[in-house]
């Protein structure tokens, strides 16, 4: 025998939810990384690029397409595209390291 103030029984509801998430990580955009390796690799190869072929054409359009090609060439051959990673995908351009710095400080000061 069921007793309460109200004289009501209670209801139950299951519900079968599942919590887990499944993320598509093929959707992530891909980047180029502009690390110190890659800036030097780059430089490297705008320095192998024989100019004396650019100075040789009488044409400026057709200069300025070598000269475009040869930098777009050794670009990409620098800083590959790659997909960007979990962990970076959150960052934020405006929060650099030195704001999450001043944040930090700020909150154990504040803490204490």
Known sequence: MWCDVTDHLPNFVFLQVSFKKKHDFTT????????????????RSACDISWSQVYNIEN???AYN??????SDAYESSFKLVRLSRKRFRDKMWATESKGAAITKINCINMA
């Open 28 to 43: 992530l955009p891909f980047v180029r990384l502009h690390t110190t390796h890659n800036i030097k690799q780059f430089v």
């Open 60 to 62: 400026p359009n057709e």
């Open 66 to 71: 070598f000269f475009n090609q040869k930098i």
